[in-house]
């Protein structure tokens, strides 16, 4: 008798036990009566009827990710690999769909990204591809997102990490970059190059322009010495105009040839040194000036 009750109290025990569930923080449990669909267990403490309920599949709602390396080609004739990530959770209000439409939910996932990325790359050229990264995640998102609902998962992103091209494209594509670079350097070389002749240019003028100011300034103040020497000398001596000029322009002689004789690139020089030459000089100059004046 003691054995009979000690058997019937494992087995209310068993009973209770079995029917308690605790479900953890994103989880859920399906339940099935008899085989068929019944219930969803959410997170906490549930309750299932021993011996005709039981827990079929324990589905995880965390958000997930897939990684794809699909080979597709452009439409300019080029195979290229994307490396990719589909990341998407199960809704916690579609988990029986989620796990009862697909037999094998990840192959079907796979299958049905590759061929849509497919599409769109068949479309696009290799250089399309490389600059449209974003267009094409926005592109996949909308075209699968309703089949994924159908299936019971939201996609969360999907991101291109990369795109491989041929070593032949990439050569040519680096090669046209290499070479695009060394034209605007040269460009702006060019450019620079301009810009220095053009200030070199522009002072070289204005040195020209302030140095004829400079021999327009030494020459008037010549003039003005010399008109000063000859007042001073007329008024001291009361000689002619003419004598005085003669004496002026022997001292200016004079001093020449004392220039030229101390000039450090002065080899050899032949002049005719005699005073007497003067005179023959000056009547060359008036000669010149008449000459000029009639």
């Known amino acids: 008798m003691e054995i009979v009750v000690l058997v019937i109290a494992v087995f209310i025990l068993f009973c209770i036990f079995s029917c308690i569930k605790i479900v953890q923080q ?3 449990l399906i339940v099935e009566t008899f085989g068929k669909f019944s219930k969803i267990l959410i997170p906490g403490l ?8 039981k827990v079929r599949a324990r ?10 390396s699909i080979v597709a080609i452009t439409s300019d004739k080029v195979t290229v690999t994307l490396d990719t990530t589909l990341v998407f959770h199960i809704r916690p209000d579609r988990v029986g769909e989620s796990f009862y439409s697909l037999a094998d939910p990840i192959g079907v996932m796979k299958t049905t990204v590759e061929n849509s990325i497919r599409s769109y790359v068949a479309n696009q050229t290799h250089e399309e591809i490389l600059q449209k990264r974003d267009e094409m995640t926005q592109y996949l998102i909308e075209h699968l997102r309703e089949k994924f609902e159908s299936w019971g998962r939201e996609i969360d992103a999907f991101q291109v990490k990369d795109v491989v091209l041929p070593a032949e494209i990439t050569t040519a594509m680096s090669k046209v970059i290499a ?3 060394l034209q605007e350097a040269a460009n702006y070389e060019a450019e620079a190059n301009k810009i220095i002749k053009v200030k070199a240019a522009e002072a070289d003028r204005e040195s020209r322009k302030l140095s004829g100011l400079g021999v ?16 001073n000398m007329q008024e001291a001596t009361g000689g002619k105009t003419e004598s005085v000029m003669n004496i002026v322009m022997m001292t200016q002689y004079m001093d020449m040839l004392k220039s030229v004789g101390t000039t450090i690139n ?3 020089i032949f002049m005719n040194s005699n005073p007497g030459s003067m005179d023959d000089m000056v009547k060359q100059i008036y000669g010149m000036i008449d000459s000029k004046s009639a």
């Open 179 to 181: 070479s695009k670079r």
């Open 26 to 28: 994103q989880e859920a």
């Open 266 to 268: 002065s080899k050899v």
């Open 59 to 68: 589905v995880l709602l965390f958000g997930q990710n897939l990684d794809f």
């Open 46 to 53: 549930n309750f299932l009827v021993p011996f005709i309920q």
């Open 216 to 231: 327009a300034e030494e020459r008037e103040a010549i003039i003005n010495g010399l008109k000063a020497s000859i007042a």
